[in-house]
């Protein structure tokens, strides 16, 4: 399958982004998942996990596995999303363990950045394949006072040629605005074969 392009006319040079401040910045943090705190009782069946783990100054992260693929929230989201959204992918995945959030102007993080690794299947094997392997960056909104926090937009990091400034360029153009439940996140930029196809459940 050849990688196909995406147009993307709603992503626009920061110096052009209404209400967006040119000194957007970055913190790093990492994803200690060995120092959270469990959120599901220890008898729950089935290999599911749901953690609270640290995140940038008082913002947590909350993450959760099940069936080997994975979901990652961040701030202060609500009961209804901590226990009911999942996003992640139609293959087995993982995220890896350094967040990139982005702040905005007063220092408050409004999105965030992580690249995932996708272990799509060979149709010739029915296995995971190494040579099959994709890689995508996917940026979150940091939920607010709503507790509203989820997937804005994904890059296929083997696809693009920079796809760090393209995801920062999607979390500074489309988190403040994005509404969570309602507008659907894609692809910017090239996509190509093993960005495989995200998965998402909200609470009704």
Not at 16 to 31: K, Q, R, V
Not at 135 to 159: E, H, I, M, T
Not at 178 to 200: K, M, N, Q, W
């Amino acid at each position: 399958m050849r990688p196909f392009a995406y147009a993307i006319p709603f992503l626009i040079p920061l110096s052009m982004a209404p209400g967006h401040a040119l000194a957007n910045d970055s913190a790093y943090t990492d994803l200690d998942t060995d120092h959270c705190k469990s959120l599901l009782p220890e008898d729950t069946e089935g290999g599911s996990i749901s953690l609270r783990c640290k995140g940038f100054k008082d913002y947590a992260v909350y993450f959760k596995e099940g069936d080997l693929r994975q979901s990652i929230l961040y701030g202060p989201a609500s009961d209804a999303y901590i226990d009911n959204v999942f996003e992640s992918f139609e293959p087995f995945n993982t995220a890896t363990r350094k967040i990139e959030w982005r702040l905005g102007a007063n220092g408050k993080p409004v999105a965030t950045i992580l690249r995932w690794f996708l272990e799509n299947i060979d149709p010739a094997t029915y296995e995971p394949s190494p040579k099959l392997k994709g890689q995508v960056l996917v940026v979150s909104k940091v939920a607010d006072d709503d507790g509203q926090g989820c997937v804005v937009g994904y890059v296929d990091a083997l696809a693009n040629p920079e796809p760090n400034l393209l995801a920062r360029q999607v979390a500074d153009t489309r988190a403040g605005a994005f509404v969570c439940g309602r507008d659907l996140a894609g692809y910017h930029g090239i996509r190509g074969s093993t960005a495989a196809e995200p998965t998402r459940v909200f609470p009704d």
